[in-house]
């Protein structure tokens, strides 16, 4: 077993491995990357084999890209990232998505301290080949061993490799790389006097987002990756004379931490892909209270209902992928 602590790092420069500078921010703002920190003792054996030596080089301070990470950078073996509040960490390797989890950097637990790594967010378990185990006997193994103060996010999810791609939390959703690689990457930082919320590049907004009027819902700032979609949605709904089940529209693209809390990752509503419907009695943390024809039309327009997380989110709707139509 080992923990495995993930935060959004904030990161200022690379370089390339012949010295040339890739990433070059304008102050302030700065690349959230998701970025694990590992025990690279415990960590090794969920490493295949053939790449289990990294963990020598990660113990010294250095860190692995994944796949879709290095991609976007243009980085690759060699290259040095340096972060906001200082910290360097130089590349020793690529390897694929889901080795990390889907994240964008791994590197050790004490160079992630470094560079502002420090919540745990999940466990990964290997169980012995002599005694096997079903996932719900661990998922109630595990669950009065959890402190009570959690209260609605005390609750255990058990996935195997069989069921997601990325051994992650939050695998219901697209992770932070694959949401750069499909609607661009921003520079930001977290918004002075307004814990919680971030402060985005004003060029980013201005590339990503547009502003328009939409069907039901009124004027909506979104991606405009996803207008066509939602607009397709609430035609849909309009259409087959379910309007009213839409009581309230509150808000798509909003800047700011999971819950506005800012020890959580960043919400996706910062990327402006996912839109809140119907907020009354559709709270966090409590059963939802949608009606399951506006969950099917949204489904089936690609925006994935957060009824069905864990901790439900039954307000939330978030894009995940083409229409089904």
């Not at 090794?44 to 030596?53: G, M, Q, T, W």
Request: hydrophobic fraction near 40%; charge should be neutral.
């Amino acid at each position: 077993m080992t923990t495995v602590a993930e935060d959004h790092t904030w990161l200022a420069r690379s370089w390339d491995a012949e010295g040339a500078v890739v990433d070059r921010t304008r102050a302030p703002y700065r690349i959230p990357l998701d970025t694990i920190a590992v025990d690279p003792a415990s960590f090794a054996v969920f490493l295949e084999r053939a790449d289990r030596h990294l963990s020598a080089r990660i113990d010294a301070g250095e860190g692995v890209l994944g796949a879709t990470s290095a991609s976007l950078r243009g980085l690759g073996p060699g290259a040095v990232l340096a972060f906001a509040h200082g910290g360097r960490v130089r590349v020793t390797a690529v390897l694929p998505d889901e080795a990390l989890g889907g994240a964008e950097l791994m590197v050790s637990k004490e160079t992630g301290r470094g560079i502002g790594v420090r919540t745990d967010r999940y466990l990964l378990l290997r169980p012995s080949p002599a005694q096997p185990m079903r996932s719900g006997t661990l998922r109630t193994l595990l669950r009065p061993l959890l402190p009570p103060e959690l209260g609605v996010l005390g609750r255990v999810q058990v996935r195997t490799t069989n069921e997601t791609p990325f051994l992650r939390p939050g695998d219901a959703v697209l992770s932070p790389a694959q949401l750069k690689a499909t609607f661009g990457e921003f520079a930001a930082r977290p918004e002075p006097g307004r814990p919680g919320y971030l402060d985005l590049d004003p060029a980013w907004a201005a590339d990503h987002l547009v502003t328009t009027r939409m069907p039901l819902l009124g004027s909506v700032t979104c991606h405009r990756s996803v207008v066509d979609a939602l607009r397709g949605a609430m035609r849909e709904l309009h259409r087959r004379g379910l309007g009213r089940l839409i009581e309230t529209y509150d808000g798509c693209f909003a800047p700011r931490f999971i819950n506005r809390d800012p020890s959580a990752m960043l919400s996706h509503h910062s990327w402006g892909i996912a839109i809140d419907l119907n907020i009354a009695g559709n709270y966090y943390g409590v059963r939802p209270d949608q009606d399951p024809r506006l969950v099917a039309v949204m489904e089936r327009w690609g925006f994935a209902w957060g009824g069905r997380y864990i901790v439900p989110d039954g307000n939330h709707f978030e894009y995940h992928r083409a229409p089904a139509t």
